[in-house]
């Protein structure tokens, strides 16, 4: 579906005095200032992504790069499974735009010497519709975001680059950013056009160099590992199995890792002791870890960057509550394991619903201190595991060296035991966020024993039975087309598609199942939902503009039930709601209920023993898709305490 355009989001202006530290350049006082409620700093992969989100939940932004367009270099290669479902969660459609740019990489062969030692399956085990990475080019992706953002009326503006940029405190006022930006508008003598830009937030997406963090000397405290890698792309002629990737460990235990890219082209990275540009590739690479007689020769290098690895988190992601970090600014490490720019999407994903409820007036100001919270941590895990998987990098030691062609000697045995443990890990879907003031563990009920069940975990997904269409749906189609689509299923995922809405999963268990009762249930549970559904409608909801959307509603309610199904439950209420509003979903198998840790059976005790709600569980589905609260039963007492969790982190 196109996105709708919106009106540009020019900024309003007026002109007031304002200074800047004494290590800014001096500007024209008269310049006048222009407002936007978010200036977005770096429009490389996480900034789009920011901005496209912000944008579709209606806050007007305004996205700037001082580079002159998307660089066609890119460091980036791989999209994991979790980034894929973010992307898929967006609109419908949405990711086939990216599915389009890219082959899924299916297995790793790993080498040490000329002998191959086994094949790694890239896949998740079933975990997520998304088996394997996205293999695609970071300017792919970019350009794709970038096309999106321009169709809603919010141009990249290229070759603006940040001057300075503070936190202006008022006593009695609200605190504001002031930004200074300019441009060449004439290169042959240098004449620039400076523009002050004030704004409610600045999120600093601007890579590992980062301008905005260095202009607020926020320190970036780490460690630079002593060992270069050389990083290339070309057009390689080798003997190698050179399908999807591969990793080949020298006997000088030095690595050297290669990807196919489209065009026929590859990404070469090397570890190499020291470089100069007019050296030969292939002497490099046959130094570093080829056996002499393997035939690996570079018949063309389209780009080539030299460089050590840095591993460094940035101190603070949050300055004064008005800055805010993200992506390569905030976070910087070894390329292995392709964590960097989902650790780095992941961010927006996580900060851009925060900002949108803030901005609205939805949620408190101190909602935005959980982004912090919540991503630092990401960050130290994505520097830990590509450190591990580079570990030749940083131990050049002979008990390392044993220890690592150990691994390799055995790896095939580790692969035959759990195929699926190392691609699970770097698909990142087992993120797992702590406990805090939006994941809330029950007041006086037991955490579930397992963490994925917990607050904090992902939202599994799972496939539902459609039980009928509501009428619209049908009145064009004929009885074996509607017989068809009736059939179908859908995923938990997929009804949760949309941006900055909270999703509450009703997994009611048996207690719809039993064919006597089922009416009387279900009319209980209807109004229930509708009388706690008007009453968050009433306190919160968005704008009438929204983004391209015109559904202003925050919260979104989805009914899942399993047992034996009955004609009864094809014609019910339920069947016929609209999707979001109660709408009732089959859990055949119970595999839903069980991979979010709901009982099926009523406890027949407790309260709601009586008529059978005791049983199932609400959840809570945050607009990231990671679970924000839960309560066992379907009962009245339990969607009080539903409406109890909004009333903590709502504004």
């Given amino acids: 579906m196109a996105p709708t355009r919106l009106e540009s989001p020019m900024p309003s202006t007026h002109s007031f005095t304002h200074s800047f530290s004494s290590s800014a350049p001096a500007i024209d006082t008269s310049i006048p200032v222009q407002e936007i409620p978010v200036l977005i700093v770096g429009a490389g992969p996480v900034g789009l992504f920011e901005a496209l989100l912000l944008t579709k939940m209606g806050i007007r932004v305004r996205i700037i790069d001082r580079d002159p367009h998307i660089s066609p270099f890119s460091r980036a290669q791989g999209t994991h499974a979790r980034t894929l479902e973010i992307l898929a969660m967006v609109e ?57 953002l321009e169709a809603m009326g919010v141009p990249v503006e ?44 600045l999120v600093g997406s601007d890579g590992g160099r980062s301008t ?16 270069k890698s050389i990083m290339f792309d070309g057009i390689v002629d080798t003997d190698l199995e050179m399908k999807n990737a591969v990793t080949i460990t020298g006997v000088n235990q030095k690595t050297l890792l290669i990807f196919g890219m489209s065009d026929n082209a590859y990404r070469v990275i090397v570890e190499v002791d020291d470089f100069t540009p007019d050296e030969d590739l292939d002497q490099i690479n046959r130094e570093a870890c080829l056996h002499p007689e393997t035939r690996f020769n570079v018949i063309e290098s389209r780009w080539l960057t030299c460089y050590r690895v840095n591993e460094r988190r940035a101190e603070t992601y949050n300055y004064k509550d008005r800055i805010l970090l993200a992506g390569d600014a905030a976070h910087v490490h070894s390329p292995a394991g392709g964590q960097g720019m989902n650790t780095g999407l992941q961010d927006a994903h996580n900060l851009a619903w925060k900002l949108a409820l803030v901005l609205n007036k939805l949620a408190p100001p101190t909602l935005l201190q959980t982004y912090q919270d919540e991503r630092m941590p990401m960050a130290d895990r994505a520097i830990a595991l590509s450190s591990k998987i580079l570990a030749g990098d940083t131990d050049q030691g002979a008990v390392h060296h044993c220890f690592r062609r150990l691994f390799l000697l055995v790896s095939p045995l580790l692969m035959y035991i759990d195929p699926t443990a190392f691609p699970r890990m770097l698909s990142m879907l087992e993120i797992r966020y702590p406990a805090n003031s939006i994941n809330q563990p029950h007041k006086s009920q037991a955490q579930p024993k397992n963490e994925e069940h917990q607050v904090g975990a992902r939202a599994p997904d799972g496939p539902l039975d459609r039980l009928s269409y509501v009428s619209e749906d049908l009145s064009s189609l004929d009885n074996d087309t509607a017989l068809t689509r009736k059939e179908q299923c859908v995923y938990v995922q997929e009804l949760t598609v949309g941006v900055g809405r909270f999703h509450i999963l009703v997994l ?31 306190r919160w909801q968005y704008p009438t503009v929204y983004g391209s959307n015109t559904d ?20 019910g209420l339920l069947a016929q709601r609209a999707q979001g509003d109660g709408r009732l979903f089959w859990d055949s198998s119970a595999a839903v209920h069980t991979s979010y840790g709901v009982s099926t059976q009523a406890k027949g005790r407790g309260r709601g023993g009586a008529n059978g709600m005791d049983q199932g569980a609400i959840v809570v589905i945050r607009p990231d898709s990671h679970i924000g609260f839960r309560v066992q039963g379907v009962d009245k007492a339990a969607w009080a305490d539903v409406t109890e969790y909004f009333e903590a982190i709502l504004a």
């Fill in 92 to 148: 419908d459609g949405f990711i086939d735009k990216f599915m389009s740019q890219g082959e899924p990489l299916q297995e790793a062969h790993m080498y040490y010497g000329s002998r191959r030692m086994c094949t790694l399956p890239f896949s998740t085990g079933g975990v997520s519709r998304y088996e394997q990475p996205l293999f695609t080019e970071q300017e792919k992706l970019s350009k794709v975001l970038a096309k999106e």
């Fill in 158 to 201: 290229f070759g603006w680059e940040l001057v300075d940029t503070e936190v202006v405190e008022s006593v009695g006022e609200e605190s504001y950013v002031k930004t200074v930006i300019r441009q060449t508008i004439k290169p042959e003598n240098g004449e620039r056009e400076h523009q002050v830009i004030r704004s409610e937030y």
């Fill in 212 to 227: 905005v963090r260095h202009k607020l000397n926020i320190k970036f405290p780490g460690r630079t590992l002593p060992n």
């Fill in 508 to 538: 009611a268990g048996n207690s719809l199942s039993d064919k006597a009762s089922f009416k009387a249930r279900e009319e209980a549970l209807a109004q229930r939902m509708k009388e706690h559904a008007v009453q968050w409608s009433t």
């Fill in 552 to 571: 202003s509603q925050l919260f979104k309610i989805h009914v899942i039930a399993t047992g034996t199904m009955s004609e009864d439950h094809q014609n």
